[in-house]
């Protein structure tokens, strides 16, 4: 199986030069749209065992990477099966595109979400942005949510990190708490104004206040609420 040969008649020179311009990785970027990847990681399932697939993907290109984070989403397999992919596939991951993809895919997370708060736990005492960042990632994708809001509260106070991708991550997660709890979160936010990073908490801020699921009084209130 010659996945890399598969891939070319979907490149796309001009986003490849948009993709080069937003995601800085050492993988060559061939120029494909994630949803053709999608696509493409379905139809491999169809024919193939997800571990045949895996074992003919190189990393040659961000796409085959990416291709990869796609199969070990998309694999109909059992949850103590798909750990060990995850712990082997995140050091590969070297940019934000390729982080939050994974994290979207992995749709498996929501029936075992106490497990793999275990899981993730480690991740978040990482020294590496990107492992921190797929960290927080998997909180806004999957547990912004009454029974784990606490606890995701606790961890967007308690990481202190310089790496831009993680202090991202962390202000995203509250914008997208407040277009869902707002209350709960400007009050988190406020109690604990001193203890954040001002840049990660006017960055929640400002992501609060371009969300569309939020009033013009509840974007004043946000106003109101940055750190000058």
Same mark, same amino acid.
């Given at each position: 199986?010659?996945?890399?040969?598969?891939?070319?008649?979907?490149? +796309?020179?001009?986003?490849?030069? *948009?993709?080069?311009?937003?995601? #800085?990785?050492?993988?060559?970027?061939? $120029?494909?749209?994630?949803?053709?990847?999608?696509?493409?990681?379905? +139809?491999?399932?169809?024919?193939?065992?997800?571990?045949?697939? &895996?074992?003919?993907?190189?990393?040659?290109?961000? !796409?085959?990477?990416?291709?990869? $984070?796609?199969?070990?989403?998309?694999?109909?397999?059992?949850?103590?099966?798909?750990?060990?992919?995850?712990?082997? @596939?995140?050091?590969?991951?070297?940019?934000?595109?390729?982080? =939050?993809? *994974?994290?979207?895919?992995?749709?498996?997370?929501? =029936?075992? %979400?106490?497990?793999?708060?275990?899981?993730?736990?480690?991740?978040?005492?990482?020294?590496?942005?990107?492992?921190?960042?797929?960290?927080?990632?998997?909180?806004?994708?999957?547990?912004?949510? !009454?029974?784990? &809001?606490?606890?995701? *509260? /606790?961890?967007?106070?308690?990481?202190?990190?310089?790496? @831009?991708?993680?202090?991202?991550?962390?202000?995203?997660?509250?914008?997208?708490?407040?277009?869902?709890?707002?209350? #709960?979160?400007? =009050?988190?936010?406020?109690?604990?104004?001193?203890?954040?990073?001002?840049?990660?908490?006017?960055?929640?801020?400002?992501? $609060?206040? /371009?969300?569309?699921?939020?009033?013009?009084?509840? %974007? =004043?209130?946000?106003?109101?609420?940055?750190?000058?």
């Amino acid at each position: 199986m010659d996945i890399s040969s598969l891939l070319i008649p979907y490149i +796309d020179l001009k986003y490849r030069d *948009f993709q080069s311009k937003i995601c #800085k990785t050492k993988y060559p970027i061939l $120029g494909i749209k994630i949803p053709i990847l999608r696509k493409i990681a379905q +139809d491999l399932l169809k024919q193939y065992n997800y571990q045949t697939i &895996l074992n003919n993907l190189k990393d040659n290109s961000f !796409e085959e990477v990416m291709l990869a $984070g796609l199969i070990i989403g998309k694999a109909k397999i059992s949850y103590e099966e798909v750990l060990p992919l995850i712990k082997n @596939y995140l050091p590969k991951i070297d940019n934000w595109a390729l982080n =939050d993809i *994974f994290c979207s895919s992995l749709k498996i997370v929501k =029936d075992h %979400k106490q497990e793999f708060w275990e899981f993730l736990t480690p991740y978040f005492k990482s020294s590496k942005e990107y492992e921190l960042r797929f960290a927080f990632v998997i909180l806004l994708n999957y547990y912004l949510e !009454e029974e784990y &809001l606490d606890r995701v *509260f /606790e961890k967007c106070l308690e990481i202190k990190s310089d790496y @831009y991708y993680v202090k991202m991550a962390i202000s995203w997660c509250l914008s997208i708490s407040l277009g869902k709890y707002f209350s #709960k979160t400007t =009050d988190f936010m406020i109690q604990n104004k001193d203890n954040f990073d001002p840049w990660t908490y006017n960055k929640a801020l400002q992501k $609060g206040r /371009e969300s569309l699921k939020l009033s013009k009084k509840e %974007k =004043d209130t946000l106003q109101k609420m940055k750190i000058k």
